[in-house]
């Protein structure tokens, strides 16, 4: 029998544990939207044809939807605190055959994201170090490779991203107090590419490619399946907390950035520069902080692709164990004594590596397909918790998740219309459509709708 000295100690050190182990969570879950400020607002000028002017209304609108959309999955982390997400939403709300789009649409946005932090992370380097420019291209093969690497021997990295995430947050947020009071230069010239007239339609065409931003939202409803160690109520504190913590965060952080540009007047960069780069260096001048910055901003978003380097490869090796009923072949769920899906990790690394071939190493050029797969898994999620909370009797709710469900198609749409977010829309589609026949095929076992949740869990 334990002593009260003895559980009192013990009692500390589970409160003690408890915060720590959130903000490691917290902060680690939010490296994708977190790295994605690095090229978002950026993406949101361009599409502007950089008009300065119409910057802030544009990002405060994506913050808005974000908000909105974050509101909405509190909800499913709360139905589903065991990780299950849109995938597990959508099954018990329409039937299994239902969690394959937002499954499908899983398993491409892991590959974009991948991709593009990588493309995005090279494109830091050369603005750090111009020299670097003409090895785009390879600059980014060879941070795919490491990266890939890094993630074959082990997928312990959580606390290593919650570093780097508190660090950009930090270095950031010490930029923009230097923008604000003291900054180094102001840029006498932001080129105007095209027109911006009416101003209301070109911020609604601008603000979809702006929402790169939201593709971290599902995250922490799938990544509370990793804490085993708690029980229901744990994780469903830990999933909302992460969820509030990461809007406000993001939030605060992209529209200080996107105010600092506007009154630094720092436009549409040039060749091998970003906005955000030249930004931290009309605010801090070209120094060590400036170096800081770029170092931060680079590792954050290898983080971020190291991240989705582990969560697309161990979603294909749970399809792959997935007992008789198995929707891929048996060497995607087959592990390395560190517990890597080996053959899952090449497939990624090689699909990623295609695509920044075809886009040449330019994080601008994937933007424009990246937020769409991801839209489609939050479009099934928010329709499924329109149809519990409807059921429910909780019209206020169901009304709450059927407004962001419609911005959301809004966004898909607006998105759509431009044309390349087609091809992330074909490939979810032809993912989703393989994974429905395999399944077939496999007599339609039961407990589809749980993959992502036991995905997670294998982490």
């Known amino acids: 029998m334990s002593t009260p000295t003895t559980s009192l100690r013990g009692a500390r050190r589970h409160f003690s544990a408890r915060p720590v182990l959130f903000l490691a969570f917290a902060f680690a879950v939010m490296a994708d939207p977190v790295s994605s400020v690095a090229y978002a607002i950026e993406a949101a000028l361009r599409s502007l044809n950089g008009h300065l002017a119409l910057l802030i209304p544009t990002m405060g609108l994506v913050i808005g939807i974000i908000a909105l959309v974050t509101l909405n999955y509190s909800q499913l982390v709360a139905a589903f605190p065991q990780g299950g997400g849109s995938p597990e939403a959508a099954g018990r709300a329409f039937g299994e055959a239902w969690s394959f789009l937002p499954i499908g649409a899983l398993v491409v946005d892991f590959a974009l994201t991948i991709a593009i932090s990588i493309a995005a992370a090279g494109s830091a380097l050369i603005a750090f170090a111009p020299a670097l420019a003409s090895l785009r291209i390879p600059l980014a093969l060879v941070l795919l490779v490491a990266v890939a690497g890094l993630t074959w021997f082990g997928h312990g990295g959580r606390l290593l991203f919650g570093l780097m995430t508190i660090s950009f947050i930090v270095i950031g947020t010490l930029v923009l107090v230097l923008g604000f009071t003291d900054p180094h230069s102001s840029h006498g010239h932001a080129p105007i590419t095209g027109s911006a007239s009416p101003a209301l339609i070109a911020v609604i065409l601008a603000f979809p490619v702006a929402m790169a931003l939201a593709t971290g939202t599902e995250a922490p409803a799938t990544s509370i399946a990793q804490l085993g160690q708690l029980g229901e109520q744990g994780k469903r504190r830990f999933g909302q907390g992460t969820l509030a913590l990461t809007i406000v965060i993001v939030g605060g952080l992209t529209m200080g950035l ?73 060497a995607m769920g087959r592990t390395n004594r560190h517990h890597t899906p080996v053959w899952a990790v090449v497939v990624y690394a090689v699909i990623s590596a295609g695509i920044i071939l075809v886009a040449q190493g330019q994080e601008q050029e994937l933007v424009l397909v990246y937020a769409v797969a991801v839209f489609l898994s939050f479009l099934a999620g928010l329709l499924a918790m329109a149809r519990f909370t409807y059921r429910r009797g909780s019209t206020v709710l169901a009304a709450t998740n059927l407004l962001a469900a419609i911005v959301v198609v809004f966004t898909l749409i607006i998105n759509l219309l431009r044309g390349y977010p087609l091809i992330s829309m074909a490939a979810t589609a032809l993912v989703a459509a393989g994974l429905f026949w395999r399944w077939v095929r496999a007599g339609r076992p039961a407990g589809l709708e749980a993959i992502e949740r036991e995905a997670e869990a294998e982490e």
């Open 258 to 330: 996107t105010v600092l540009a506007v009154h630094l007047h720092v436009g549409i960069p040039g060749a091998d520069q970003t906005q955000i780069s030249n930004l931290a260096k009309a605010a801090a001048g070209s120094g060590a902080l400036f170096g800081f910055f770029q170092i931060a901003s680079g590792l954050l978003l290898l983080a971020a692709a190291s991240s989705s380097f582990q969560a697309g490869p161990g979603l294909l090796r749970a399809l792959a164990r997935s007992g008789d009923g198995s929707l891929l072949p048996a």
